[in-house]
């Protein structure tokens, strides 16, 4: 079983920033791919932004394109979300997300079902 812990969430002003952090304890398939994925009141989850294993490789909804920048640190078993520009509608719990299987060092996945193990989220409040 994996573990996934996520912070850096807040409140913060449109237009503002926060870096987001995941944290995955230690697992036997080592080469995974992993996931941003937000929550707002009312709505489905949705997907954020991804990365490959060698971080060469990333996605981004396009609502996020140019303010959101994904990145990870393998050897600190570690998953980042820098959030720039930040709108009221970004305003959400935020979960990072992994699968279960080996995915390879240069493939992403951007949908939901991809993923098996979640954290339990970090709330994210931009005020207009």
């Known amino acids: 079983q994996v573990q996934l812990n996520e912070s850096g969430g807040g409140l913060v002003q449109a237009g503002g920033s926060l870096r987001l952090s995941c944290a995955a304890s230690?697992?036997?398939?080592?080469?995974?791919?992993m996931g941003w994925f937000r929550q707002a009141p009312g709505k489905k989850r949705e997907f954020v932004a991804a990365?490959?294993?060698?971080?060469?490789?990333?996605s981004y909804a396009e609502s996020v394109k140019g303010r959101f920048t994904i990145s990870r640190d393998n050897s600190k078993m570690m998953m980042y979300l820098q959030m720039n520009s930040l709108k009221p509608e970004d305003t959400a719990v935020y979960y990072c997300?992994?699968?279960?299987?080996?995915?390879?060092?240069?493939?992403?996945?951007?949908?939901?079902?991809?993923?098996?193990?979640w954290g339990q989220g970090t709330q994210v409040t931009v005020s207009s």
């Open positions: 997300a992994a699968p279960a299987q080996t995915t390879g060092w240069n493939h992403i996945y951007t949908t939901e079902y991809k993923y098996n193990y």
């Open positions: 230690k697992r036997t398939s080592s080469v995974y791919a």
């Open positions: 990365i490959s294993w060698s971080g060469v490789f990333t």
